[in-house]
């Protein structure tokens, strides 16, 4: 379960490793090459509800630039 900080959900690693059903490698990969932003609280990563959005929609940052991937459907 996220917990909230801020009325921000904020989601583990291993939280979205599960409801993604990736390994938590594959989510640290995401966050390493900015497909996934994430922030590091208390010496653990955890990924705002925004970001997930962004992410599950194909949108990324990556340093200044945000880059936008169209899937065909």
Do not use: C
């Amino acid at each position: 379960m996220p917990i909230e900080i801020a009325s921000i959900k904020l989601y583990s690693i291993q939280e979205l490793s599960d409801d993604l059903n990736v390994t938590s490698f594959s989510i640290r990969s995401y966050i390493k090459n900015g497909r996934l932003k994430a922030q590091k609280i208390g010496g653990r990563w955890f990924v705002a509800e925004e970001n997930l959005h962004h992410f599950l929609k194909g949108e990324y940052h990556s340093g200044n630039h945000q880059h936008v991937e169209y899937r065909n459907s």
